[in-house]
């Protein structure tokens, strides 16, 4: 007697079926951020965006970028600009209703303007192959040693960059702390 | 297309990082406040960098290269973010508002 599905015959669609899940969470995360007046909601729709983006890195074979992605941007850049959101005012004030539509239709029709053109381009190109690197490639060694040796350049520009930020918004934020009115 | 293989496609996640780009767009354009548009812009860098990855992944002879940009641009945003937030608080404290529209002083 034969078992007609095997438990490894559901694989590829349940791998699928996570993989729509993934995007879908992005998207509307994404839209989630743009759209809503209150500012609080923005934030959770960035985090929820970067979750699933995070997911997808995880379909392209990275799993230590998907858990940088977490770690840092839903970790620290949420939790940073939520903490900003508590020292000013929450919402946005909404527009009169006229001027509102006006903004949406201008919006929609500029983000239209960028997506239409890209999302043909990908269609007409001839890009469906498998991926063209070995199972194994890319793995988080390779990372490591490109880059100390060919990436060391940049890498230690963006350590000179992050340090330059920390110090230039320690002084921003600070000039002025003494001459608040009440 | 293979529906059942739809994830290992380029394209899939062309059109994702288009829709996210174009999205940061749109938030960009809408947002009143400062912090509406650093959050656009956090989604227009996110969808750039998962074009990185998909083309590294796909397309590049060494894979590492898309990894590192996606490293690289994450960086940039968290300095990125440090310097918005700081700036903000600045023009908060001044103005008691971070909505573009109060911030008119230099208008001509």
């Known amino acids: 007697m034969t078992i007609p599905f095997t438990p490894e015959s559901f694989y590829g669609v349940v791998s699928a079926l996570i993989f729509a899940a993934f995007i879908v969470v992005t998207l509307v995360g994404a839209l989630m951020a743009a759209t809503s007046v209150r500012l609080i909601r923005s934030v959770c729709g960035l985090a929820l965006s970067f979750t699933g983006l995070a997911g997808l890195y995880y379909y392209?074979?990275?799993p230590f970028l998907a858990l940088m992605q977490i770690l840092i941007y839903v970790g620290a850049v949420c939790v940073a600009i939520m903490f900003a959101m508590m020292l000013a005012e929450l919402n946005e004030t909404p527009r009169p209703l006229a001027r509102s539509i006006l903004v949406g239709l201008v919006s929609l029709l500029a983000a239209a303007l960028f997506a239409v053109p890209l999302i043909r381009l990908a269609g007409r190109s001839n890009w469906m192959s498998a991926p063209a690197v070995k199972a194994n490639a890319g793995q988080i060694q390779d990372l490591g040693r490109a880059l100390l040796t060919q990436y060391g350049f940049a890498f230690e520009l963006i350590s000179v960059v992050l340090l330059l930020a920390i110090l230039g918004a320690l002084v921003v934020a600070r000039s002025g702390r003494g001459r608040i009115q009440p | 297309m293979n529906l059942m293989n739809w994830s290992q496609t380029l394209d899939v996640y062309l059109?994702?990082?288009?829709?996210?780009?174009?999205i940061g767009i749109l938030g960009f354009l809408k947002h009143k406040t400062l912090i509406g548009m650093l959050i656009s812009g956090e989604l227009i860098l996110?969808?750039?960098?998962?074009?990185?990855?998909?083309f590294g992944y796909f397309r590049a002879p060494n894979p590492v290269t898309g990894q590192a940009f996606t490293l690289f641009i994450i960086g940039i945003a968290a300095a990125e973010t440090a310097i918005v937030l700081s700036i903000m608080i600045a023009v908060y404290r001044n103005y008691r508002s971070i909505e573009t529209r109060d911030l008119k002083e230099m208008e001509g």
Request: charged content about 0%; proline content about 0%.
């Open chain 1, 60 to 62: 392209l074979n990275n």
């Open chain 2, 15 to 22: 059109i994702v990082g288009a829709l996210l780009f174009a």
């Open chain 2, 46 to 54: 996110a969808g750039a960098s998962l074009n990185f990855m998909a």
